[in-house]
């Protein structure tokens, strides 16, 4: 796109959906510009502020006399309402004059934000004066012409799809299993001859084959555990292997569960190996961000060879010496699994690359439980499909209250337009409704809420304020006695305004933490006492980082039922998990599963915070005599079909059941709204149904799924035909 660009000279808006991806574009395109005498600048609202700074005014100007302009959607969002509200809009002298729109990264978008997007342009079009083209660049997509015909509607231009293959190179990939596996494999055949171990076929064919136990000695060894034994651990340290590639000729990323975990290893590698550690260096968003800029210059001319980072380089990031990626613990979808390994082997002077996976996270060993090959099909599993519904009612909502803020185009609104927002309250006889200016002002790219985020302030040593998060994440993962997995901080207390929730405090984790916390008294109490009942001493904070014990909070959902409206959600209670030390096998057709008990301690503390969306959602009665625990197996088993067979993302529809006296309701609803329960092909997708043929890997993504379910079907020996 940036060669027709500055051969035509027309003026690009490039729209990127990180800042880390823009800002890495950003130094590619100013190289490219300052060759072929050109201008260019990114604007979101850091730049905004450093702009208004420098020029002391006459920012819109500056803007429109660039040629090439990159931002990011919900930038573009925010402007744009400024030109429907009477605002100071930014973007519109260059847009006026902007002959291609750039959309890159399509896939990193949920349907919602796809049908945003698909919005803007259609609203661009009518307020500025001239045509523009369109670009959109995808790693996957599940129905381009739908998307090319669409394009051709906003438009007005012929659209054409152009697809292929990547540039690769070889890439060799390497599960780290452990250490010496043959005195392993001899100490384990010793205990299962002691312990008369009983247990499936596999488990017995990896005892007799020492070929088969590399495969399977996770499965191997918590089966000798259920029985009582006490196998050697296998684990490695991540430190010794990090440190080794300190001294190769490329760099290797290494991705951490956290920020506090990538710290921790950098901590290591510098008290044991500091000659390592001057060619290693931590990345993520608390580094500020001309360090990170330095650090990856750095990577770039060889003076850093190792950087660890939990997702900041995980986005777009352009190092091109990059040879090999290190997954410490594996990310729990496979979308963010191919986000990390698209940063390696992106020049043609690099021979192979390599995959090195040291297993870490309760993830990695539920996957290694069934045995490397089904960690081999995880990571193998194409990525979700792209959403794309041209007749998505969202896109209708955004449109619709555009035109009505916009004098100019009110004249424009059509007759669907006008009923949806009529039948959601939004528009009245005298126009936008108190509920109808709301909506607008909290229609947003990523949220529907304030244009800012839910704040996170962590105490200790003074206070200091981390990354803003999302109100929606507020609601369902921050609340007081939850865990921050991203700053590996303890949630001790709400900010509020009144009767308003603005973000969380937290303090780092510790037991003194969790002691001070008097809402916490009766739930540590109740921790003491399971951890007893196993034979365990108490420590939440090495069963957290062991995996054992995870956090979460019990939502209330009040989905709309007969189609497209309005979803809210509102915390209920917080809640621990605790993981038993040891499962349970179970075997089914030769094969060894386990289940393992987990103890639900509920928080008795303090909650807040709502958040509110519009989406899909149906309400079902169910005869009287349908089986809930079958019904939820069921629904469980639909959406990993149609993950296997359509490609659509696992988590895009969630469902509940309930009975009410003798009625029994399902409830289903998008979580980010599609427009698919409408416009749903459903013998299609009972065509996909019919045709699973469930493994290992549609048991892994149902466990991932729902847990319940998963129970359900294990209890059942895997009658996946009773589903």
């Known amino acids: 796109w940036f060669a027709h660009a500055a051969s035509s000279r027309v003026r690009a808006l490039a729209v990127y959906p990180t800042l880390a991806l823009a800002n890495d574009q950003l130094e590619r395109l100013r190289q490219y510009c300052e060759a072929l005498g050109l201008r260019v600048d990114a604007i979101d609202s850091v730049r905004r502020r450093e702009l208004f700074r420098e020029l002391r005014g006459g920012v819109s100007s500056y803007l429109s006399r660039l040629d090439v302009l990159v931002t990011n959607p919900a930038f573009l969002m925010h402007d744009l309402k400024k030109w429907a509200s009477g605002g100071r809009p930014l973007l519109y002298g260059f847009c006026s004059r902007m002959g291609l729109l750039v959309v890159d990264e399509l896939d990193f978008y949920g349907p919602r934000e ?6 803007m342009m259609r609203v661009m079009r009518l307020a500025l004066p001239a045509r523009f083209r369109v670009a959109v660049l995808t790693a996957t997509l599940g129905n381009p012409r739908e998307l090319a015909a669409e394009l051709t509607r906003i438009t007005g231009f012929e659209t054409e799809v152009i697809s292929g293959s990547p540039f690769r190179v070889e890439n060799r990939v390497y599960v780290v299993m452990g250490r010496d596996l043959r005195p392993v494999w001899e100490e384990a055949r010793r205990m299962a001859s002691e312990v008369g171990l009983r247990a499936g076929e596999d488990v017995m064919r990896a005892l007799e084959d020492f070929e088969v136990f590399k495969r399977e000695v996770y499965k191997v060894l918590e089966a000798l555990r259920a029985s009582g034994a006490s196998p050697p651990r296998v ?4 430190a010794e292997i990090v440190a080794e590639y300190a001294s190769d000729e490329g760099t290797t990323l290494v991705f951490t569960r956290s920020i506090k975990a990538a710290e921790e290893l950098f901590r290591r590698i510098k008290a044991e190996r500091p000659e390592a550690a001057r060619a290693c260096a931590t990345h993520h968003h608390m580094v500020s961000k001309r360090d990170r800029e330095e650090i990856e210059r750095a990577a770039r001319e060889g003076r850093v060879r190792v950087l660890i980072s939990p997702r900041t380089l995980a986005q777009g990031i352009d190092i091109g010496t990059v040879v090999r990626v290190v997954h410490l613990g594996l990310p729990e979808s496979v979308r963010e699994f191919r986000q990390r390994e698209g940063r390696k082997g992106r020049r043609r002077g690099i021979p192979f690359t390599e995959t090195v ?12 439980l069934r045995g490397a090959d089904a960690l081999r099909a995880w990571v193998q599993l194409p990525l979700e499909r792209v959403v794309v519904n041209p007749a998505n009612k969202y896109s209708l909502l955004f449109e619709g209250l555009f035109k009505m803020n916009s004098p100019s185009l009110r004249r424009l609104l059509t007759r669907q337009e006008v009923d949806l927002l009529r039948e959601l309250g939004l528009l009245g006889r005298r126009g936008l409704t108190p509920a109808g200016r709301r909506a607008w002002n909290y229609l947003n790219f ?17 206070e200091s304020y981390l990354e803003d998060v999302g109100h929606c994440d507020l609601v369902e ?17 709400l900010l509020r305004k009144g009767r308003v929730t603005t973000g969380v405090v937290e303090a780092p984790l510790s037991w003194e933490a969790l002691e001070r916390l008097d809402f916490l008294s009766h739930s ?3 921790y003491r006492k399971v951890k007893a009942r196993w034979g365990e001493p108490a420590n939440p904070v090495s069963d957290y980082y062991r995996g054992r014990l995870h956090t979460g909070v019990a939502v209330s959902v009040d989905p709309p039922t007969g189609g497209f409206g309005l979803l809210r959600k509102a915390p209920s209670r917080v809640y621990w998990e605790v993981l038993a030390p040891t499962s349970r096998p179970v075997v089914s057709g030769g094969r060894t599963y386990f289940l393992r008990e987990r103890v639900s301690i509920p928080v008795m503390g303090p909650v807040g915070g709502s958040y509110r969306d519009y989406t899909y959602g149906l309400a079902v009665e169910l005869e009287p005599g349908e089986d809930l625990e079958w019904m939820r197996l069921g629904l469980a088993t639909l959406l990993v079909a149609m993950r296997l067979s359509g490609g659509l993302p ?44 469930p493994g290992e890997l549609a048991e892994v993504l149902l466990r991932q799924l729902d847990e319940e379910a998963h129970l359900t079907l294990l209890s059942s020996g895997m009658r996946w035909d009773l589903a």
């Not at 796809?114 to 919005?119: F, K, N, P, R, T």
């Not at 865990?483 to 001790?492: A, E, K, T």
């Open 114 to 119: 796809v049908a945003l997007l698909l919005s």
């Open 235 to 238: 684990e490695v340290d991540p």
């Open 357 to 368: 996976i040291v297993p870490r996270s309760p993830w990695d060993r539920e996957l290694l």
């Open 446 to 462: 990523y949220e529907f809420g304030p244009p800012f985020g839910m704040k996170r302030v962590m105490v200790g040593d003074g």
């Open 477 to 493: 993962r921050l609340q007081p006695g939850c865990i921050d997995y991203s700053s590996g901080g303890l949630v001790v207390d």
């Open 524 to 526: 540590l109490e109740e």
């Open 650 to 693: 696992l988590d895009l529809i969630e469902y509940s059941l309930e009975a009410v006296g003798d009625r029994k309701v399902m409830l289903v609803h998008e979580t980010s709204c599609a427009g698919l329960l409408e416009s749903m092909d459903w013998a299609s997708v009972r065509r996909g149904l019919e045709s699973l043929r």
